[in-house]
Protein backbone atom coordinates (compact mmCIF):
# COMPACT_ATOMS: atom_id res chain seq x y z
CA UNK A 1 0.00 0.00 0.00
CA UNK A 2 1.72 2.94 -0.87
CA UNK A 3 3.36 4.09 -4.47
CA UNK A 4 5.71 7.14 -3.19
CA UNK A 5 9.20 6.39 -2.91
CA UNK A 6 9.29 4.04 -0.04
CA UNK A 7 6.59 1.67 -1.75
CA UNK A 8 8.01 1.38 -4.63
CA UNK A 9 11.69 0.70 -2.81
CA UNK A 10 10.33 -2.35 -0.94
CA UNK A 11 8.26 -3.31 -4.04
CA UNK A 12 11.42 -3.29 -6.52
CA UNK A 13 13.80 -4.92 -3.17
CA UNK A 14 10.94 -7.82 -3.19
CA UNK A 15 10.71 -8.26 -6.54
CA UNK A 16 14.78 -8.83 -6.60
CA UNK A 17 14.35 -11.32 -3.43
CA UNK A 18 11.65 -13.46 -5.76
CA UNK A 19 8.53 -12.14 -4.54
CA UNK A 20 5.22 -11.26 -6.65
CA UNK A 21 4.09 -7.61 -5.78
CA UNK A 22 1.43 -5.76 -6.36
CA UNK A 23 1.20 -2.09 -5.89
CA UNK A 24 -1.60 -0.04 -4.34
CA UNK A 25 -1.27 3.99 -5.35
CA UNK A 26 -4.65 6.57 -4.41
CA UNK A 27 -2.74 8.74 -7.30
CA UNK A 28 0.61 8.10 -9.52
CA UNK A 29 4.06 6.89 -8.44
CA UNK A 30 5.68 9.45 -6.26
CA UNK A 31 2.78 12.16 -6.55
CA UNK A 32 2.74 13.03 -2.76
CA UNK A 33 5.99 14.03 -0.84
CA UNK A 34 8.54 11.75 -3.15
CA UNK A 35 7.90 14.41 -5.62
CA UNK A 36 8.53 18.02 -5.07
CA UNK A 37 11.12 17.20 -1.96
CA UNK A 38 14.76 18.43 -2.60
CA UNK A 39 16.29 14.93 -4.01
CA UNK A 40 19.20 15.33 -1.39
CA UNK A 41 20.83 11.83 0.06
CA UNK A 42 21.88 12.98 3.65
CA UNK A 43 23.71 10.92 5.80
CA UNK A 44 24.49 14.43 7.58
CA UNK A 45 20.85 14.35 8.53
CA UNK A 46 21.12 11.85 11.58
CA UNK A 47 20.17 14.20 13.86
CA UNK A 48 16.60 14.87 14.87
CA UNK A 49 14.56 17.72 15.19
CA UNK A 50 13.89 16.47 18.67
CA UNK A 51 16.98 17.94 20.47
CA UNK A 52 16.89 20.00 23.71
CA UNK A 53 15.10 23.58 23.19
CA UNK A 54 13.13 22.91 20.44
CA UNK A 55 10.05 22.85 22.31
CA UNK A 56 10.76 26.57 23.20
CA UNK A 57 11.57 27.39 19.13
CA UNK A 58 7.98 25.36 18.16
CA UNK A 59 5.91 27.80 20.92
CA UNK A 60 7.58 30.67 19.76
CA UNK A 61 6.60 29.82 16.28
CA UNK A 62 2.72 29.77 17.17
CA UNK A 63 2.02 33.39 16.10
CA UNK A 64 4.68 33.50 13.15
CA UNK A 65 3.13 31.57 10.09
CA UNK A 66 6.56 32.27 8.08
CA UNK A 67 8.76 30.75 10.72
CA UNK A 68 10.60 27.66 9.62
CA UNK A 69 9.17 26.06 12.70
CA UNK A 70 5.38 26.49 12.74
CA UNK A 71 3.18 24.94 15.06
CA UNK A 72 -0.72 25.56 13.94
CA UNK A 73 -2.41 27.14 17.38
CA UNK A 74 -5.60 25.80 16.24
CA UNK A 75 -6.55 23.34 18.93
CA UNK A 76 -6.17 19.47 17.68
CA UNK A 77 -6.16 16.70 20.13
CA UNK A 78 -4.20 14.22 17.92
CA UNK A 79 -1.65 16.86 17.27
CA UNK A 80 -1.18 18.06 21.14
CA UNK A 81 -0.63 14.18 22.03
CA UNK A 82 1.43 14.36 19.03
CA UNK A 83 3.57 17.24 20.49
CA UNK A 84 3.72 16.11 23.91
CA UNK A 85 5.79 12.96 23.00
CA UNK A 86 7.94 14.86 20.85
CA UNK A 87 8.65 17.38 23.78
CA UNK A 88 9.57 13.98 25.72
CA UNK A 89 12.06 12.57 22.97
CA UNK A 90 13.70 16.50 22.85
CA UNK A 91 16.55 14.76 26.07
CA UNK A 92 20.27 14.71 24.87
CA UNK A 93 19.40 11.09 25.61
CA UNK A 94 16.87 10.81 23.04
CA UNK A 95 18.86 12.46 20.91
CA UNK A 96 22.02 10.44 20.39
CA UNK A 97 19.58 7.50 20.76
CA UNK A 98 17.97 8.95 18.05
CA UNK A 99 20.84 9.25 15.67
CA UNK A 100 22.57 6.59 15.98
CA UNK A 101 19.25 4.89 14.89
CA UNK A 102 18.67 7.41 11.68
CA UNK A 103 22.56 7.84 11.15
CA UNK A 104 22.45 3.80 10.72
CA UNK A 105 19.79 3.19 7.87
CA UNK A 106 20.98 6.54 6.21
CA UNK A 107 24.70 5.39 6.32
CA UNK A 108 23.82 1.67 4.47
CA UNK A 109 20.66 3.74 2.20
CA UNK A 110 23.92 6.02 0.78
CA UNK A 111 26.27 2.68 0.07
CA UNK A 112 22.98 1.38 -1.66
CA UNK A 113 21.50 4.06 -3.30
CA UNK A 114 24.51 4.46 -5.37
CA UNK A 115 24.74 0.87 -6.97
CA UNK A 116 21.14 0.49 -6.89
CA UNK A 117 21.59 3.90 -9.42
CA UNK A 118 24.22 2.70 -11.32
CA UNK A 119 22.94 -1.46 -11.61
CA UNK A 120 19.73 -0.73 -12.66
CA UNK A 121 20.38 2.02 -15.19
CA UNK A 122 18.42 4.67 -13.29
CA UNK A 123 18.70 8.49 -15.48
CA UNK A 124 17.99 10.37 -12.18
CA UNK A 125 20.10 12.73 -12.44
CA UNK A 126 22.51 10.84 -9.03
CA UNK A 127 25.68 13.54 -7.97
CA UNK A 128 28.10 12.47 -5.49
CA UNK A 129 29.05 16.08 -4.43
CA UNK A 130 28.08 16.93 -1.24
CA UNK A 131 26.24 19.17 1.04
CA UNK A 132 27.55 22.31 2.33
CA UNK A 133 25.22 23.97 5.40
CA UNK A 134 25.98 27.52 5.75
CA UNK A 135 25.87 30.17 8.59
CA UNK A 136 25.73 33.93 8.62
CA UNK A 137 25.83 34.31 12.64
CA UNK A 138 28.34 32.40 14.99
CA UNK A 139 26.30 31.72 17.03
CA UNK A 140 24.18 29.49 15.05
CA UNK A 141 27.77 27.62 14.10
CA UNK A 142 28.07 27.31 17.49
CA UNK A 143 24.95 25.99 18.47
CA UNK A 144 25.44 23.34 15.79
CA UNK A 145 28.30 21.47 17.42
CA UNK A 146 26.12 18.77 19.12
CA UNK A 147 25.59 17.87 14.95
CA UNK A 148 28.81 17.69 14.46
CA UNK A 149 29.86 15.27 17.72
CA UNK A 150 27.31 13.31 16.72
CA UNK A 151 28.10 12.96 13.29
CA UNK A 152 31.84 12.30 13.62
CA UNK A 153 30.72 9.69 16.90
CA UNK A 154 29.20 7.56 13.86
CA UNK A 155 32.10 7.91 11.66
CA UNK A 156 30.68 10.51 9.30
CA UNK A 157 33.08 12.82 7.75
CA UNK A 158 32.71 16.62 8.80
CA UNK A 159 34.83 19.43 7.56
CA UNK A 160 34.39 23.31 9.30
CA UNK A 161 35.03 25.52 6.89
CA UNK A 162 35.92 29.18 7.72
CA UNK A 163 34.35 31.88 5.70
CA UNK A 164 37.23 32.42 3.26
CA UNK A 165 37.13 28.68 2.76
CA UNK A 166 33.53 28.62 2.12
CA UNK A 167 33.48 31.35 0.05
CA UNK A 168 36.38 30.10 -2.55
CA UNK A 169 34.05 26.78 -2.27
CA UNK A 170 30.42 28.39 -3.24
CA UNK A 171 31.47 31.27 -5.50
CA UNK A 172 27.53 31.58 -5.33
CA UNK A 173 27.83 32.78 -1.81
CA UNK A 174 26.68 36.26 -0.93
CA UNK A 175 29.05 38.19 1.77
CA UNK A 176 28.81 38.08 5.17
CA UNK A 177 29.12 34.09 5.55
CA UNK A 178 30.91 33.60 8.61
CA UNK A 179 31.48 29.92 8.26
CA UNK A 180 30.10 26.46 6.54
CA UNK A 181 30.28 22.80 7.81
CA UNK A 182 30.74 20.65 4.62
CA UNK A 183 29.33 16.99 4.25
CA UNK A 184 31.33 15.04 1.61
CA UNK A 185 29.16 11.84 2.16
CA UNK A 186 26.09 13.48 0.81
CA UNK A 187 24.72 13.02 -2.70
CA UNK A 188 21.98 14.39 -4.42
CA UNK A 189 19.39 13.26 -7.53
CA UNK A 190 16.09 14.21 -8.73
CA UNK A 191 13.29 12.63 -6.71
CA UNK A 192 10.94 12.57 -9.00
CA UNK A 193 13.07 11.14 -11.66
CA UNK A 194 14.23 8.53 -9.03
CA UNK A 195 10.91 7.90 -8.43
CA UNK A 196 9.70 7.33 -12.23
CA UNK A 197 12.79 4.88 -12.55
CA UNK A 198 11.37 2.89 -9.19
CA UNK A 199 8.32 2.30 -10.98
CA UNK A 200 10.35 1.32 -14.12
CA UNK A 201 12.14 -1.25 -12.85
CA UNK A 202 9.25 -2.52 -10.47
CA UNK A 203 7.03 -2.98 -13.68
CA UNK A 204 10.22 -4.81 -15.65
CA UNK A 205 10.62 -6.89 -13.25
CA UNK A 206 6.82 -8.33 -13.25
CA UNK A 207 5.47 -6.14 -10.27
CA UNK A 208 2.25 -4.54 -10.99
CA UNK A 209 1.21 -1.04 -10.25
CA UNK A 210 -2.24 -0.02 -9.57
CA UNK A 211 -2.71 4.09 -10.04
CA UNK A 212 -5.74 5.13 -8.96
CA UNK A 213 -6.42 2.95 -6.17
CA UNK A 214 -7.28 4.28 -2.78
CA UNK A 215 -7.44 2.38 0.34
CA UNK A 216 -10.86 2.69 1.54
CA UNK A 217 -11.59 -0.28 3.87
CA UNK A 218 -10.22 -3.84 4.71
CA UNK A 219 -11.51 -7.23 4.92
CA UNK A 220 -10.28 -9.28 8.07
CA UNK A 221 -9.73 -12.61 8.65
CA UNK A 222 -8.92 -13.53 12.27
CA UNK A 223 -5.32 -11.46 13.00
CA UNK A 224 -4.58 -11.57 9.01
CA UNK A 225 -5.55 -8.62 6.71
CA UNK A 226 -7.65 -10.42 4.39
CA UNK A 227 -8.23 -7.97 1.65
CA UNK A 228 -7.85 -4.70 0.72
CA UNK A 229 -10.72 -2.60 -1.08
CA UNK A 230 -9.68 0.10 -3.14
CA UNK A 231 -11.82 2.54 -5.54
CA UNK A 232 -10.20 0.44 -7.96
CA UNK A 233 -11.05 -2.88 -6.90
CA UNK A 234 -10.68 -5.73 -3.77
CA UNK A 235 -7.25 -6.93 -3.64
CA UNK A 236 -5.30 -9.66 -1.52
CA UNK A 237 -1.97 -10.79 -1.26
CA UNK A 238 -0.17 -12.96 1.50
CA UNK A 239 1.23 -9.75 2.85
CA UNK A 240 0.33 -6.32 3.28
CA UNK A 241 3.18 -3.85 3.11
CA UNK A 242 2.08 -0.32 4.79
CA UNK A 243 4.33 2.74 3.03
CA UNK A 244 2.02 5.25 2.97
CA UNK A 245 3.68 8.15 4.33
CA UNK A 246 1.67 10.77 6.17
CA UNK A 247 -1.34 8.49 4.96
CA UNK A 248 -0.58 5.61 7.47
CA UNK A 249 -2.24 6.85 10.39
CA UNK A 250 -4.97 7.59 8.60
CA UNK A 251 -5.44 4.19 6.70
CA UNK A 252 -4.38 2.84 9.99
CA UNK A 253 -7.16 3.66 11.87
CA UNK A 254 -9.22 1.05 9.61
CA UNK A 255 -6.94 -1.55 11.35
CA UNK A 256 -7.87 0.01 14.97
CA UNK A 257 -4.08 0.89 14.92
CA UNK A 258 -2.81 4.18 16.50
CA UNK A 259 0.15 5.35 14.70
CA UNK A 260 1.97 7.96 16.95
CA UNK A 261 2.65 10.19 13.53
CA UNK A 262 1.85 13.59 12.34
CA UNK A 263 1.97 15.23 8.83
CA UNK A 264 4.47 17.79 8.48
CA UNK A 265 4.28 20.24 5.71
CA UNK A 266 7.23 21.16 3.70
CA UNK A 267 7.18 23.35 0.23
CA UNK A 268 9.25 23.68 -2.53
CA UNK A 269 10.26 25.88 -5.46
CA UNK A 270 11.41 24.81 -8.46
CA UNK A 271 12.65 26.72 -11.84
CA UNK A 272 15.17 26.18 -14.42
CA UNK A 273 18.82 25.92 -13.28
CA UNK A 274 20.26 29.46 -12.58
CA UNK A 275 22.39 30.82 -15.88
CA UNK A 276 25.70 32.30 -13.61
CA UNK A 277 25.99 31.46 -9.73
CA UNK A 278 24.47 28.17 -9.66
CA UNK A 279 25.56 26.50 -6.27
CA UNK A 280 28.05 23.42 -6.77
CA UNK A 281 26.89 21.71 -3.86
CA UNK A 282 23.29 21.19 -2.32
CA UNK A 283 23.16 23.84 0.28
CA UNK A 284 21.22 24.30 3.77
CA UNK A 285 21.13 27.78 4.95
CA UNK A 286 21.23 27.53 8.57
CA UNK A 287 19.35 30.29 9.95
CA UNK A 288 16.77 30.37 7.04
CA UNK A 289 16.49 26.76 7.30
CA UNK A 290 16.13 26.52 3.01
CA UNK A 291 17.53 23.73 1.38
CA UNK A 292 18.91 24.81 -2.22
CA UNK A 293 19.31 21.98 -4.66
CA UNK A 294 21.07 22.53 -8.10
CA UNK A 295 20.49 19.81 -11.21
CA UNK A 296 21.46 19.90 -14.59
CA UNK A 297 17.68 20.50 -15.15
CA UNK A 298 16.97 22.44 -12.54
CA UNK A 299 16.97 24.34 -8.88
CA UNK A 300 15.24 24.25 -6.46
CA UNK A 301 14.55 26.00 -2.77
CA UNK A 302 12.56 23.99 -0.11
CA UNK A 303 11.99 22.75 3.31
CA UNK A 304 10.48 24.51 6.14
CA UNK A 305 8.23 22.47 8.60
CA UNK A 306 4.49 23.16 9.61
CA UNK A 307 2.54 21.59 11.92
CA UNK A 308 -1.42 22.02 10.54
CA UNK A 309 -2.81 18.14 10.91
CA UNK A 310 -3.93 17.68 6.67
CA UNK A 311 -4.29 20.97 5.79
CA UNK A 312 -4.28 21.75 2.43
CA UNK A 313 -3.06 24.00 0.00
CA UNK A 314 0.42 26.71 -0.36
CA UNK A 315 0.48 29.23 2.42
CA UNK A 316 2.61 32.01 0.48
CA UNK A 317 3.49 33.42 3.50
CA UNK A 318 5.74 29.89 3.89
CA UNK A 319 6.65 30.53 0.27
CA UNK A 320 7.71 34.27 0.08
CA UNK A 321 10.42 33.06 3.65
CA UNK A 322 11.70 30.47 1.03
CA UNK A 323 12.81 33.42 -1.55
CA UNK A 324 13.62 35.90 0.98
CA UNK A 325 16.05 33.35 3.19
CA UNK A 326 17.33 32.37 -0.15
CA UNK A 327 18.54 36.26 -1.52
CA UNK A 328 20.07 36.92 2.19
CA UNK A 329 22.51 33.86 0.86
CA UNK A 330 23.04 33.73 -2.78
CA UNK A 331 23.78 36.16 -5.63
CA UNK A 332 21.53 34.01 -7.54
CA UNK A 333 18.77 32.91 -5.33
CA UNK A 334 16.60 32.28 -7.76
CA UNK A 335 16.36 30.12 -11.39
CA UNK A 336 15.10 31.20 -14.65
CA UNK A 337 11.49 30.46 -16.77
CA UNK A 338 8.53 29.87 -15.05
CA UNK A 339 8.64 29.09 -10.61
CA UNK A 340 6.69 25.73 -10.22
CA UNK A 341 5.29 25.99 -6.52
CA UNK A 342 4.64 22.46 -4.51
CA UNK A 343 3.81 21.61 -1.17
CA UNK A 344 3.44 17.79 0.48
CA UNK A 345 2.76 16.40 3.71
CA UNK A 346 5.89 14.47 5.35
CA UNK A 347 5.45 11.47 7.82
CA UNK A 348 6.87 12.95 10.64
CA UNK A 349 6.96 9.97 14.05
CA UNK A 350 6.62 10.87 17.52
CA UNK A 351 10.41 10.25 17.93
CA UNK A 352 11.98 11.05 14.28
CA UNK A 353 12.54 7.76 13.49
CA UNK A 354 10.86 5.53 10.92
CA UNK A 355 8.57 2.49 11.73
CA UNK A 356 10.14 -0.56 9.68
CA UNK A 357 9.06 -4.12 11.04
CA UNK A 358 5.86 -6.52 11.76
CA UNK A 359 3.03 -5.75 13.07
CA UNK A 360 2.33 -7.41 16.44
CA UNK A 361 -1.83 -6.77 15.65
CA UNK A 362 -2.17 -8.00 12.24
CA UNK A 363 -0.19 -11.55 11.30
CA UNK A 364 0.78 -10.77 8.10
CA UNK A 365 1.07 -6.23 8.00
CA UNK A 366 4.57 -5.08 7.77
CA UNK A 367 5.04 -1.24 8.65
CA UNK A 368 7.31 0.86 6.30
CA UNK A 369 6.71 4.36 7.03
CA UNK A 370 7.72 7.33 9.14
CA UNK A 371 10.30 8.22 7.50
CA UNK A 372 9.66 12.11 8.01
CA UNK A 373 12.05 14.46 5.75
CA UNK A 374 14.51 11.14 5.09
CA UNK A 375 12.38 9.18 2.23
CA UNK A 376 14.74 9.20 -0.47
CA UNK A 377 17.65 9.47 1.61
CA UNK A 378 16.24 6.03 2.98
CA UNK A 379 14.36 4.46 0.52
CA UNK A 380 17.46 1.67 -0.33
CA UNK A 381 17.83 0.74 3.05
CA UNK A 382 14.19 0.29 3.84
CA UNK A 383 13.63 -1.41 0.83
CA UNK A 384 16.85 -3.93 1.18
CA UNK A 385 15.26 -4.26 5.26
CA UNK A 386 11.41 -4.73 4.12
CA UNK A 387 12.32 -7.61 1.77
CA UNK A 388 15.01 -9.00 4.09
CA UNK A 389 12.23 -9.45 7.00
CA UNK A 390 9.39 -10.89 4.34
CA UNK A 391 12.05 -13.23 2.03
CA UNK A 392 15.31 -13.41 3.89
CA UNK A 393 18.04 -13.86 4.05
CA UNK A 394 19.20 -12.39 7.71
CA UNK A 395 18.98 -8.27 8.13
CA UNK A 396 22.20 -6.65 7.06
CA UNK A 397 20.78 -3.70 8.94
CA UNK A 398 19.66 -4.04 12.90
CA UNK A 399 15.79 -3.84 12.38
CA UNK A 400 15.48 -3.46 16.14
CA UNK A 401 16.24 0.48 16.50
CA UNK A 402 12.96 0.65 13.91
CA UNK A 403 10.83 -1.83 15.43
CA UNK A 404 6.96 -0.89 15.93
CA UNK A 405 7.29 -2.70 19.26
CA UNK A 406 8.86 0.60 20.64
CA UNK A 407 5.20 1.96 20.35
CA UNK A 408 3.30 -1.56 21.06
CA UNK A 409 2.34 -1.68 17.58
Request: aromatic share 6%; glycine share 12%.
Amino acid sequence: MGGGVIGLACALYLLKAGASVRVLEQAQPGSGSSHGNCGTITPSHAGPLSMPGMVGTALGSLLRRDAPLYVNPRPDAARARWLLGFARNCTWARYRQAGEARGAILARSRVLLGDLVASEGMACEFEEVGELYVYRQARTLRNDQPHVDLLRRLGMDVRELDADQAMALEPGLRDGVVGALLHPGDARLRPDRYVAELARRVRELGGAIETGARVDSFVLDGARVSHVRTTRGVFQGDRVVMALGAWSPLIGKLLDIRLPMQPGKGYSLTWERPPEHAPRHSLVLREAAVCVTPWASGFRLGSTMEFSGFDEGLNLLRIDALRRGAATYLREPEGRGEVVPWWGWRPMSVDEVPIIGPSARWSNLMYATAHGMLGISMSAATGELVASLLAGPAPTLDPAPYSPARFGL
